[in-house]
């Protein structure tokens, strides 16, 4: 079994700062990319950030220069460091993550549970 336990979101006023963390736990032989989306009330679920296991990163254009994502592949965690957060980055924030359970399995995808950003104006 894998999790994804997410911890660190909450109520900021705009221009403040929150970090999310995600940690995978269970039975699991490698983690690929990680990464976190986010979905706003009818809005579709969209990409955030994502860190490949060597380090690539990537990020959406509406955060690019805000968010930093980062990996610590030896306690295979991935958090987002958020900063000068606007209103409309308000969402419920879900922590992915590309993971082989064994080696004669293929690799899937896994989501937390999410965890809700909140930024008043």
């Known amino acids: 079994q894998v999790q994804l336990v997410e911890s660190g979101g909450g109520l900021v006023q705009a221009g403040g700062s929150l970090r999310l963390t995600c940690t995978a736990a269970?039975?699991?032989?490698?983690?690929?990319?990680m990464g976190w989306y986010r979905q706003a009330p009818g809005k579709q679920r969209e990409l955030v950030a994502s860190?490949?296991?060597?380090?690539?990163?990537n990020y959406a254009d509406a955060v690019q220069g805000r968010f930093t994502i980062s990996r610590d592949n030896a306690k295979n965690t991935v958090d987002l460091q958020m900063n000068s957060l606007k209103p409309e980055d308000t969402a419920v924030y879900y922590c992915?993550?590309?993971?082989?359970?064994?080696?004669?399995?293929?690799?899937?995808?896994?989501w937390g549970q999410g965890t809700q950003v909140t930024v008043s104006s």
């Open positions: 860190v490949t296991s060597g380090g690539r990163k």
């Open positions: 269970g039975d699991f032989i490698s983690i690929n990319a």
């Open positions: 992915n993550a590309a993971i082989t359970r064994t080696w004669w399995q293929a690799e899937s995808d896994y």
